[in-house]
């Protein structure tokens, strides 16, 4: 007995509910397939170390929430759902009792940074203000506007000084970028990490683009107020109301593909939903098109293209913490604000040491003492934790396969234990209070507990897919599908392995939506942003 | 702050109760607004992740509702409700054996048979839905009716459909008497008597013989397979509930605690949220009810001011007997798995590849070991004396076999993460030694409970064990505060707490002394906790008599439901 729809979604991370949310509002009768017993994806916030701390165990730093359409298309703030952002972003203290600031806003940064290097803040100063532009005229708006073939791009860039200089930094790579602006080392060290560490190779030119976006963004890390979880609470809600529907702990059996044109899903235990416009998967292209469509359903050149899609280099291994109390770093003696940065970046005090831990990492190993970001919510949303206690995480880069004993080593209680003790010990020489008796409890996910938990995230990849250059905007996945559209008729892409990628966006499920109504005649009760009509009329997108 | 907001009805508490109510009323066309504290909802009905991917079921973990009117008059399988179906599905014929310490006792013809016949199976027809709705989903009567054999519920059913088991004696004797009449091995009656102490009426309190037994029959039901349990475990059932509430318009809030609840003119009006609230500080309005969802305590003692109850009735409050052990759970991480001992090991009982075994009670060897294990923790109150020999427990069912669990997939490098286990301990609120005694125990309490799950179990061993997660009745009412006492099943089941007089009469039939009020949790009214739709079920009549919800024809009321007399009826047709 089969149920119908008008559009069936495979996946509830924050694409999957953004498009179930859009499309519902619309008129359309939506279901949602969620394979896990939660909703939300990454946008998780679960107890899972002592009652009453929360922890976001996947995505914790909000970048888009000035950009991406959804906030204000759901109206978040009048659900209740808000963002705290916090004045100081992200700090990074020393050894020596210094640290490194960087604010919200860019006088105070410079200011930081002047105690480095006088010309590093003027040069900041002037980052800044250039990002920003690129940020609001090119690379916001490209985010939630369906890609251009690369030579259209091309000319497009050509066209505007903007684009022109946005053109420049393809040709180079991260390091190259950070070491022309800036001298001092520490201030380098501390660009390049906050530049690369969601997936860019240091060393590669060719999505350099990506820079500018992630230094700017840097001065623009949010936290959801009471865990992200509450981000697909509000679109959760949004869909019901709209007479959407979700079905959790769903198990796919496959995609129904007859005539080459995609009619519906068939879970494992013969439950058939068929619909009568669209699939859309938000999942990765490898179980989308190999497991549940099925190879002897697509040509075979497609197949050889899905089937070099390459996974992330390196996931995260993150452990989150109950604590007694929150952090006290020694360098706040001489900057008392630094116990409130959102995020702090231990254990990296020159640059070759941050390149030494990506280059191990390819060799499945990370260094001794090797560094990492860490955040205390509760520091900023008192919600997180018990009164007087602290909760946070520690979120260090990891490789999936490790030398000695591959992924499952990951698996290993000896080991997993060991992890934690060398995390913690940074901590504490940076927070000497953080004696590991104030630890109360911790939980480990490493890059194989990723890829466990969230089949989509293959090899820990968090993004679904590495950021390479063949590989991103127009080629992401591939030139047959980075439109949302693919070669099977009526099935849409709309998650992380579709442009522009991956983390907390909303940009592939925005666009997916949009594709869909515009292939089907839906009326939008959405509108374009102002920011995005401008770029578009000024010729930037 | 923020602007006020008004309502139909505001629901402070998103636990089962709070969400079916919800969704009982956002049916009816009301507009309802559920107020959750925590940041998720769900309450007791919560999933938790130990190890990434690998999930258990900490509080609730058995499908007793089956009988609910809820399923259909909500339509939960349009929510996506299902159940996953132990891969040996048998229904009572196919339960061979107890645990016992000498090895697995077989269960007689007798045992089936009586206890087929207690549960209404061998009425000619079968009548055991009927008997379950009569004793569970049905509202206590009009304080003005007398309660007498002739209307008591269950009674009548007996009475109609099997004459020759029905005599007055049903409503005094203890359940271990009924089971002496009707039952044959001594073997099945402990485990029967500890599985319904263990789910709030022991067997061996007077009164309760016939509610005690039907509890514990709503475990064995042919419909609910070996112990089967709900695709994404009780999290999942409550998904389903929850769907149903807001597809019909039901606005839940989370990170929400309330304050106060607003009276006026002795009617409750609205609420306030506390300060700190993810709204802070706001009003709702509620225009027609207000119901508190949430644990007798919090709603009396802290949500209504002193001064619009009597002290009389704030000292019954006080007064309710928690007096009901509580459960401390453990859940085990071994690097290998956890294997029966060769006296009990049987391919019928270890499930999958991995061999995980599931068993029920352990031991169940007589009533003597039963009554020894509840006058340790009901009477003596302290730390447990049985010996770890004779101390009895009993073990969630696994959910490897769930295919939506990463579980299956996990390598063997990664150890093996346990079902839950079980055992009954005395209640914080009543240990001798104070409140938190248990928790400075709680290495020794580890330590005895390992002994006793090691009687059964090899792989408990220290050079096996990584981790031993546990959580004492006060861990368990942190996280969630509705739970008072860390009480499973709301407060006693005895004959003085029970139907009419549930908790107390004030609020037997869900009505409170505030008009405008009323209450809906495991520690009100009949029949008290086990996510079973049942609470919200009951107080929907009490709703259709105060005027405050008309339902369509999706609607039926209990046919021993007895209208209060000057209000509207809840019965339709």
Known sequence: ?541 | MGKDERFDIVIIGAGPNGMTTAAYLAKCGLSVCVLEERTECGGACETQEPIPGVRILPHAMLMYASPAPGFEQLELHKHGFRMTWHPDYAGMENVAALACTDGWRPISMQDKMGWAKLGGMLGAPPFTKELMRAAFWCPPHPPEVEVTDDNVPYMQVYKQRQPDMYTHELREMTMLDLLDEHCETEHWKAAMAFAAWASGAAGHWEGVAIPATLCVQLLTLPNTGQNSIPRGGLHGYFHAIHRAAVSKGAVVRTCCPVDEILIEDGRAVGVRLRETAAMGGRTIWANKAVIAAVDVHQAFLKMVGRRHLDPGFIQKIKDISLKNQTLYVSVFHTKTQLRLKPKWDREDRVLGPNRQPFLGVYPCDSREIYYENCADVDGRKGQPTVPPERAMWFQAPPQSFDPTDCQANYPPARGFISQAYEMAVTSPDYHKEGEDALDKYKPQMDAYMRQSYGQMLDGLEDDNLIHHWSATGRDIEFRNTGLIGGTWCGSRHDEDQLWTNRPIKELARYRTPIDGLYHAHQTSGHPGGLCLMAIPYNLMHILIEDGIAEPGDWWYASPWYIPQSGKISAKRG
């Not at chain 1, 969230?454 to 591939?478: C, D, E, I, T």
């Open chain 1, 1 to 541: 007995m089969a149920q119908t729809y008008d559009v069936i979604i495979i996946g509830s991370g924050p694409n999957g509910l953004a498009i179930a949310a859009y499309l519902s509002k619309a008129g359309q009768k939506v279901l949602l397939l969620e394979k896990r017993f939660e909703a939300g994806g990454g946008l998780a916030t679960e107890q899972v170390t002592i009652p009453d701390f929360y922890h976001n165990t996947h995505a914790v730093y909000m970048m888009m929430v000035d950009y991406a359409p959804v906030y204000k298309d759901f109206g978040f703030e009048e659900r209740g759902v808000t963002h705290i952002y916090p004045e100081l972003q992200v700090a990074m203290p020393l050894a020596d009792g210094r640290a490194l600031s960087i604010y919200r806003d860019v006088e105070p940064t410079c200011a930081s940074i002047a105690k480095f290097s006088k010309k590093d803040a003027d040069s900041y100063r002037d980052m800044q203000r250039h990002y920003d532009e690129l940020m609001k005229n090119i690379l916001g708006p490209q985010t939630y506007v369906p890609m251009d073939a690369a030579p259209l791009m091309a000319a497009k860039a050509e066209m505007t000084e903007l684009g022109r200089a946005l053109s420049e930094y393809t040709e180079k790579s991260p390091e190259e970028i950070v070491c022309e602006r800036f001298e001092n080392e520490h201030v380098r060290t501390l660009m390049l990490y906050m530049a690369c560490h969601w997936g860019l190779d240091y060393a590669q030119s060719g999505v350099s683009y990506m820079v500018p976006i992630y230094l700017n963004r840097m001065a623009n890390y949010r936290l959801t107020k009471g865990g992200s979880h509450r981000v697909s609470n509000v679109l959760l809600k949004s869909t019901f109301e709209q007479g959407g529907q979700i079905r959790t702990s769903a198990q796919i059996k496959h995609i129904i593909v007859e005539n080459g044109a995609a009619k519906g899903v068939e879970l494992e235990d013969g439950t058939r939903f068929m619909a009568n416009k669209a699939v859309v998967s938000t999942i990765d292209t490898h179980q989308t098109f190999l497991k549940y469509v099925g190879e002897d359903k697509l040509d075979r050149e497609f197949v050889d293209m899905i089937k070099i899609w390459q996974w992330e280099k390196w996931s995260l291994c993150v452990l989150h913490l109950a604590m007694s109390e929150p952090p006290r770093f020694k360098a706040a003696d001489s900057q008392p604000d630094l116990n409130t940065a959102f995020i702090h970046v231990l254990g990296y005090e020159t640059l070759a040491a941050l390149k030494a831990h990506w280059d191990a990492m390819s060799e499945g190993e990370i260094p001794v003492g090797a560094g990492y970001n860490c955040c205390f919510p509760s520091v900023h949303d008192p919600y997180q934790a018990p009164p007087g206690r602290a909760s946070g995480l520690i979120s260090q880069m990891a490789p999936f396969e490790l030398k000695d004993g591959g992924s499952s080593r990951w698996l290993n209680h000896t080991y997993r234990e060991e992890v934690a003790e060398r995390q913690i010990a940074l901590l504490q020489r940076y927070a000497p209070n953080i004696t590991r008796d104030k630890v109360l409890w911790t939980y480990l996910t490493t890059p194989a507990d990723i890829q466990n938990k969230f089949a989509n995230m293959v090899n820990g990849s968090y993004k679904q897919g590495a950021y390479h250059p063949l590989q991103m905007g127009y080629l992401r996945p591939n030139q047959d599908c980075s439109q949302y559209r693919t070669p099977v008729k009526n099935l849409y892409l709309g998650g992380a392995s579709v442009a522009p990628g991956g983390m907390v966006l909303f940009g592939p499920g925005y666009n997916c939506a949009n594709a869909i109504a515009e292939d089907f005649g839906i009326e939008k009760w959405w509108t374009e942003p102002e920011y995005i009509t401008a770029a578009k009329e000024n010729g930037y997108v």
